[in-house]
């Protein structure tokens, strides 16, 4: 089972520092845990819910699920860009819009069996994160 925490860092290479290490917190990143939120198809969906955007145009956004870390160095960790608009979308969102979507979001088939209390949560935390100055990444890990 994967674990993911969710992070912002000034840019690409301030988030590497994640890499060989216990994640971005143990850097002092500000963090939220998200265990088994994947940040590609469960974070595209998310995007999708959050701004309308049909989410066959939000994977086609080049950051999108996006591996900022080389996969062949790192194969039992990885990096991952979150897209600047769902950053925007989440910092702009207020409590009772991330409940909304929350309780969508836990109705979609990747996220099956998922407490809708724990996502709506999850949101709230991840928007108080893209509040942040910097960029949203995800720390990926076996």
């Known amino acids: ?4 925490e969710y992070f912002v860092a000034d840019d690409d290479q301030a988030a590497l520092a994640a890499l060989g290490s216990s994640g971005p917190a143990s850097v002092g990143l500000p963090t939220v845990e998200a265990k088994n939120l994947d940040p590609v198809v469960v974070i ?4 999708s819910l959050l701004t309308g955007v049909p989410y066959d145009e939000v994977t086609a956004d080049p950051r999108q699920g ?4 080389d ?26 819009e991330l409940g909304e979507v929350g309780a969508r979001w ?13 996502l709506t949560a999850f949101l709230v935390d ?4 893209a509040r942040r100055d910097g960029q949203l990444y995800c720390w990926w890990a076996l």
């Open 126 to 129: 991840l928007a108080a994160l």
């Open 106 to 118: 836990g109705r979609t088939e990747e996220l099956d069996g998922f407490d809708p209390e724990f």
């Open 1 to 4: 089972m994967p674990f993911t």
């Open 66 to 69: 996006h591996a900022v870390s």
């Open 71 to 96: 996969p062949e160095a790192s194969p039992e960790e990885h990096v991952i860009a979150i897209t600047d608009r769902l950053r925007g979308a989440l910092a702009a969102a207020g409590d009772a």
């Open 44 to 47: 595209g969906t998310l995007e």
